[in-house]
């Protein structure tokens, strides 16, 4: 069974910085892509970022690019994101996707 496990939310001052970490287990971790949503309260979960764990190919949101940062570590079955400059719009649930499996999410609040 495939199990993602994220860390590292909280809470921060608009202008400061998280990372966030996904630990993946149950699957072969290089074959798939990883990805971070985000679900704000009362709105629609929305794609954050992705990266591919065969080749390091990286996507990020409109809303994201230029002040998050996804990586891995393969070694640790690990997906980072770097998240700087945060923004009180950047509050969020934060969860992490591969194929049609989640995690259970980690809370990041931004206070302006």
């Known amino acids: 069974e495939v199990q993602l496990v994220e860390s590292g939310g909280g809470l921060v001052q608009a202008g400061g910085s998280l990372r966030l970490s996904c630990v993946v287990s149950?699957?072969?971790?290089?074959?798939?892509?990883i990805a971070w949503f985000r679900q704000a309260p009362a709105k629609e979960r929305q794609g954050v970022s992705r990266?591919?764990?065969?080749?390091?190919?990286?996507y990020y949101s409109e809303a994201v690019k230029g002040r998050f940062t996804i990586s891995r570590d393969n070694a640790k079955n690990t997906v980072f994101l770097q998240m700087n400059s945060l923004k009180p719009e950047d509050t969020a649930v934060y969860y992490c996707?591969?194929?049609?499996?989640w995690g259970r999410g980690t809370q990041v609040t931004v206070s302006s």
């Open positions: 996707n591969t194929v049609v499996f």
């Open positions: 149950g699957t072969t971790f290089d074959v798939y892509n």
């Open positions: 990266i591919s764990m065969s080749d390091g190919a990286t």
